[in-house]
């Protein structure tokens, strides 16, 4: 069985390429702080986007299977932030405020890893115990 078909590790790795994404756009923020009339850049919440995606209805050949859940790219369209101040320079880039989403990042992506690394412990331990 390969670790691309659960489910689970789809879901994840979609966060995953998300945060990813999400930390570049961040980076050339606070990259771009000093230039005159910058706006800062961020993506969609991962929640909005992912509620746009369209489920596909698979074939379900017992009541305990789940669903299988669409993957939607949307949150790669970026938005323009609403910043906490504006320079006199039209920059609205705040330092403070970019670094608190790189931590909110940080955070996620490190949760997202444990549970990727738990579950693969379950499944190793779930096939070693079968024999």
Do not use: C
């Amino acid at each position: 069985m390969l670790v691309e078909s659960v489910q689970l590790f789809q879901m994840i790795q979609t966060r995953m390429d998300y945060l990813t994404t999400r930390h570049k756009l961040i980076a050339t923020n606070v990259a771009n702080a000093d230039a005159p009339d910058y706006q800062t850049q961020d993506l969609k919440p991962f929640e909005q986007a992912m509620r746009g995606a369209s489920a596909s209805a698979p074939t379900l050949t017992h009541a305990s299977h789940l669903d299988k859940v669409a993957v939607s790219r949307e949150y790669r369209e970026d938005r323009t932030a609403d910043g906490w101040e504006l320079a006199p320079s039209g920059n609205n880039v705040v330092l403070e405020q970019e670094m608190i989403k790189a931590n909110e990042i940080r955070g996620a992506f490190e949760l997202s890893s444990r549970v990727m690394s738990k579950h693969l412990q379950m499944m190793t331990s779930a096939l070693n115990t079968r024999s």
